[in-house]
């Protein structure tokens, strides 16, 4: 089992910005009411963290290296997310309790966050679950806040836990991207870079973006994370994402992320290949609803529109629904039954090229979601992620034009409200 990472405190982090501003160990010292010698060990913690000499030393002071530099903007950044998060909690203690606080402890609610339970974070964590309840208290004790509860899963965070924990991530990835970036001033290109990619872009943009920047960064590594919206929005907020592309929310669903439009992506009715409703010239409004129909989950975009798909056609929607947020999942049903469901034309192109599914025309005419990134606000990129992102962007813009030879011939679709006046008239 290993111990947390608890050898680095915050207080060491403090003394290093002191000694950056000031240039000197005794002015340091003196500021944050510190013994010289104390002062002089922080600097060396730091220093042993990082692997790296980040101050040259002479007699005039001490001025930091480009390594100490770099370092240096890393570390006010990761200090002011945890600022933030102790004025937050205790606005009248901020300063003393923020330089109290060690990377174990926030390690520790990382974990919590991340896996949900005592047990699973502290085997994610390689330690024992005692020595994880004893970091957890003793954040606690250092913030002067509670921010455990017991609930029938058990003890797990509060609200005000994750409201800390997601700014302590956010602070340990710019520590993590500190020590990424002193590895690219030697050559080693062994970053990291977290991309939560939803179902669409994983189907081709996502790929090629990513095999591009391999072949120019092959020591680097990506991970893409897929699962609900809400579990790739927690992981982006809380720094262990460092971006999100798919489908946006247009507003942004929170005020600490940002979202930037890449391309429009065409909607779709799809049903299976040979389906009935493939054989009609022209759809009526009875025609759709006396098919079963799979619905997008409840606060997607997809769903909205699928809302207004019915609400256009001047139907209510259908019940007895079956709500599904799995592509894998959804294929399959579409392909052994006659349901039929609102999808992305890109999303299912290979297996209406494959013959396995049909796609028909969007009811109400040309209905487009907006596929783009979604970012931190404020968040700085090293240089290799940087060229994730312009990748990103690249490939989003330049999305080619779905083949026009996979489209079938346009069909109509009539309103409620036409049929019935077609129907009197008859």
Request: charged share 20%; hydrophobic share 45%; aromatic share 4%.
């Amino acid at each position: 089992m290993r111990a947390l990472h608890g050898h680095l405190s915050l207080r060491h982090l403090v003394v290093f910005r002191e000694v950056a501003h000031s240039g000197a160990v005794n002015a340091a010292a003196r500021s944050l009411y510190l013994s010289q010698p104390a002062a002089t060990q922080a600097v060396a913690a730091v220093e042993r963290y990082f692997g790296e000499r980040l101050f040259d030393r002479t007699s005039a002071g001490m001025t930091p290296t480009l390594m100490g530099r770099r370092c240096l903007e890393r570390i006010e950044r990761a200090l002011a997310e945890l600022g933030t998060a102790m004025g937050e909690l205790l606005p009248s203690s901020a300063g003393r309790t923020e330089r109290a606080l060690n990377l174990g402890q926030l390690e520790a609610l990382i974990a919590l966050v991340k896996h949900g339970s005592f047990r699973a974070a502290a085997k994610a964590l390689g330690i024992a679950v005692p020595t994880l309840h004893q970091a957890a208290r003793a954040l606690e004790q250092v913030s002067g806040t509670i921010l455990l509860e017991r609930t029938s899963f058990g003890l797990g965070l509060n609200r005000n836990g994750e409201r800390f924990a997601r700014h302590a991530g956010r602070a340990l990835s710019e520590l993590q991207q500190a020590r990424d970036e002193l590895g690219a001033l030697h050559g080693d290109e062994r970053g990291r870079t977290v991309i939560g990619a939803m179902p669409l872009s994983l189907s081709g943009l996502v790929p090629s973006a990513v095999l591009q920047f391999m072949a120019r960064y092959p020591l680097h590594t990506v991970e893409l994370l897929n699962g609900p919206y809400e579990t790739l929005l927690r992981a982006l907020r809380d720094g262990s994402a460092d971006v999100l592309i798919g489908a946006l929310r247009q507003p942004a669903p929170a005020n600490d992320v940002v979202e930037e439009p890449l391309f429009d992506d065409p909607l779709t009715l799809v049903v299976r290949a040979g389906h009935p409703l493939t054989r009609c010239a022209t759809l009526d409004v009875s025609q759709l609803r006396q098919f079963p129909w799979i619905a997008p989950r409840l606060g997607t975009p997809l769903r909205r529109h699928f809302e207004a798909l019915f609400e256009g056609l001047g139907v209510p929607c259908p019940t007895g629904t079956v709500e599904c947020n799995s592509q894998v999942a959804a294929n399959a049903i579409l392909q052994s039954s006659d349901h039929v469901m609102l999808l992305s034309e890109r999303q299912v192109m290979a297996d209406v090229t494959a013959g396995l599914l049909a796609i028909l025309p969007h009811p109400l005419g040309r209905v487009v979601r907006t596929i783009g990134l979604t970012l931190r606000v404020g968040w700085r990129p090293t240089e290799a992620q940087q060229v994730v992102l312009d990748l990103l962007r690249l490939a989003g813009r330049y999305t080619p034009p779905l083949e026009s030879v996979a489209r079938p011939q346009r069909r109509t679709v009539r309103r409620a409200s036409d049929a019935l006046s077609a129907a009197s008239g008859a």
